[in-house]
């Protein structure tokens, strides 16, 4: 196929607005048939790669392709790279890097892959985790090529070896664009995709729109799906997941338009589905701040391992798993009650105006998480509280009755004095927690309950690929044109999330190189 630059197909495409039947013959039609009959496209556009996504894995498909020689364009519903989660990304998996090496550390790849696909119990494609899992040394030296600098951080989760390597250079996604423009790859903004172009069951391209509503037709031999999953759609996340308020930590752009149109071109749905929870603090839809670094300090407390409840006022997991695992299986524990609340009376509360919570209970070796991210005071605390109790996500009462009452946890006081009957007894005969992490509540008002949502950064699922992220139909036949890769890839991410660090981001960087390098192969085939 001939590579036609978007300028040069803009200018061409514009006086004449040829129809997609004038331009490929009838045979070639929208998948969605209804689409088709209500709009026209205003323009058509050709290239023989497209990528939809300049999150983790679109950006780095566009990179690996366009370094193989293969045109690219990329298209994202976003307003531009910065705005998305891929550029949110603070630290990546890897390890068999120079860092893991310069630290002496003997914890090889393949005991990375052993480790994930036995947490995965083989519920992903063995053959493409591999695949990714290999390529996780090399996004770091694809980082360097890019000009962007990382250091090695510490095991955050207690898992016995360092593998998240953390972004020292400053607008790094910025950079990561520049890169792929100076290898000729071109970026389209404002840009959703809305259906695959089909040959018969060949995908020869994608409808779009921009934000002023007008339609594309882009033509290419090679699509790539990487729109980031389905976390900013309420009604979809209710779908898998029931009516609990999920908090979207990211960037509003990712719809799951992009499952959508992978089903539509004859993708089959796989059976896993996922979150990948915010494992930094916890968070409430109620709040004014809903961010990941800047939020209310308060929001840590529900990773504090202390008392958690259901919206009953029962408790219902080990706190240590939010407390030290909640990316894993302990963001996964609160999905299964609608809320979830911690309870301190105000003398604990106030001391952490002084003193970090993890420094008075005797800073607990196991709990590694809080070493490195709660092991300091509550900066400015009776100000944050003022917040908290104002925008309705703390409660304030003098007994644990009362605050029953004014919630409705209508078991919290029965509760609370049973949890402390295992404080004293030093035994959590229900869920078994470390003693260590078992402080009493007591009697003594006031007390303070603080309400929280489950909250994550991406979901993970979507339609079924081989192991070179090859698109596959439900009887396994490949989808000529299509790839899909990043956290939309269907048979890459287990759920509950991995429980190592950064493999979100890592198995959507290499699953984007994966489909950039096959797609280069296709498309000069
Ligand atoms: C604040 C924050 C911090 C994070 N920190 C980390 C971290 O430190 N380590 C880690 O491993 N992970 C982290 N993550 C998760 C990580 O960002 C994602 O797992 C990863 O970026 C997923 O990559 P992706 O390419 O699949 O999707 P994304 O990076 O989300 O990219 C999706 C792209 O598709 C576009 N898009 C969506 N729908 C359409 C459509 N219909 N048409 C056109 N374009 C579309 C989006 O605008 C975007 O450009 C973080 C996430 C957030 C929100």
């Not at 946890?409 to 992490?437: F, I, M, W």
């Not at 603080?450 to 909250?455: G, L, T």
């Not at 899909?484 to 981001?505: F, H, K, Q, R």
Request: net charge negative.
């Amino acid at each position: 196929m001939k590579s036609i630059s978007r300028r040069d197909f803009l200018k061409g495409s514009a006086a004449s607005a040829l129809s997609l039947a004038l331009l490929s013959g009838s045979q070639f039609a929208f998948a969605d048939s209804e689409t088709a009959e209500e709009k026209k496209a205003d323009e058509t556009l050709e290239t023989p790669i497209l990528i939809v996504g300049a999150g983790s894995a679109g950006m780095f498909a566009a990179y690996e392709a366009s370094k193989a020689g293969a045109k690219v364009l990329v298209i994202s519903n976003s307003p531009s790279a910065n705005a998305t989660n891929g550029a949110s990304i603070t630290g990546t998996c890897a390890v068999e890097t120079p860092y893991t090496e310069e630290i002496g550390q003997e914890y090889s790849l393949e005991d990375l892959y052993k480790r994930m696909i036995s947490f995965a119990h083989w519920t992903v494609n063995p053959r493409l985790l591999k695949n990714c899992v290999q390529l996780l040394p090399s996004n770091i030296s694809t980082f360097a090529e890019m000009g962007i600098e990382v250091m090695l951080a510490g095991d955050r989760y207690g898992i016995g070896f360092n593998d998240v390597h953390i972004f020292l250079t400053q607008g790094k996604w910025a950079l990561a664009e520049q890169k792929c423009k100076d290898q000729g790859v071109e970026f389209m903004y404002n840009m959703t995709a809305e259906a695959p172009l089909m040959d018969g069951d060949t995908v020869v391209g994608i409808r779009a729109t921009d934000n002023e509503g007008k339609v594309y037709d882009i033509k290419a031999k090679a699509v790539l799906l990487a729109c980031g999953g389905f976390i900013s759609n309420k009604e979809k996340l209710a779908e898998h997941f029931g009516d609990i308020d999920i908090v979207d930590m990211g960037f509003p752009y990712n719809t799951g338009k992009g499952i959508e149109v992978a089903q539509k071109a004859g993708g089959f749905f796989e059976r896993i589905t996922g979150l990948g929870m915010n494992d930094i603090y916890g968070m409430n839809a109620k709040s004014s701040k809903i961010s990941v670094f800047n939020s209310n300090p308060l929001m840590q407390l529900a990773f504090y391992g202390n008392l958690i409840t259901d919206e009953h006022g029962d408790r219902f997991m080990n706190e240590y798993m939010l407390a030290n695992e909640p990316m894993a299986g302990g963001g996964e524990a609160t999905l299964h009650v609608k809320r979830y609340y911690c309870i301190y009376n105000e003398a604990t509360l106030m001391k952490m105006k002084d003193e970090a919570y993890y420094q008075t209970i005797g800073a607990p070796e196991f709990w590694t998480s809080a070493a490195t991210m709660f092991n300091a005071p509550i900066p400015e605390l009776d100000a944050n509280l003022e917040e908290a109790l104002q925008e309705g996500w703390c409660y304030k009462a003098d007994t644990l009755e009362e605050l029953a009452e004014m919630t409705g946890c209508e078991n919290l006081a029965e509760t609370v004095r049973t949890y402390d009957s295992y404080v004293a007894a030093g035994d959590d005969p229900v869920y078994h927690k470390q003693p260590a992490l078992m402080q009493p509540i007591g009697e003594e008002g006031p007390f303070y309950l603080f309400e929280y949502n489950p909250s994550a950064f991406n979901t993970f699922g979507g339609c079924r690929t081989d192991h070179l992220t090859r698109a596959l139909k439900g009887n396994f036949d490949v989808i000529p044109g299509l790839y899909i890769a990043g956290v939309e890839n269907g048979s890459l991410y287990s759920s509950p999330y991995y429980d190592v660090g950064g493999t979100c981001s890592g198995l959507a960087l290499a699953s984007g190189r994966l489909a950039g390098m096959e797609m280069a192969k296709y498309v000069a085939e």
